[in-house]
């Protein structure tokens, strides 16, 4: 097993509809980090609504592409790549949907353990437009970690 790494991720995210009401949403949580293969895999827990809903979160980033695979209050597994439209499955305890993605941009910035990854792109939902994103998320040693900064 690769060596794990602790870590502090920080996730922005912005939504803005067909109307330009922006929606913008924040987390920060204590994951790991380690890395093999040549991807960075990142693990965390999301608290996607409320402190009772918690959601295993795993990042698997590449050079050039990130997978997202969700666990728990959500099923879910988006994978981004530039200038391609995937498609993915959210299952939540109220039914699923099927979602659509179609990336407009990805940029990775990674290091050894500390990182960035900007994403932009359009969201569909059961085959309709539902809003145009930005994703943030920025990975960087947590305390006491910091000897391990890139």
Known sequence: MAEM????VHVRGAQRDRTGEENVTEMIAEGRHYYRNGKHYVLYEDHLTDAEDETSTILKIGPSSLTLLRHGAVVQEQHFEPRAETRSRYETPYGALDL?????????????????????????????????????IEITSAPGESHKLN
């Open 100 to 136: 659509a993605f179609q990336t407009r941009s990805i940029d990775i910035t990674y290091g050894t353990v500390s990182g960035t990854v900007d994403l932009d792109y359009a969201l569909k939902v059961n085959g309709s437009y539902q809003s145009d994103n930005r994703l943030h």
């Open 5 to 8: 790494h602790r870590v502090i």
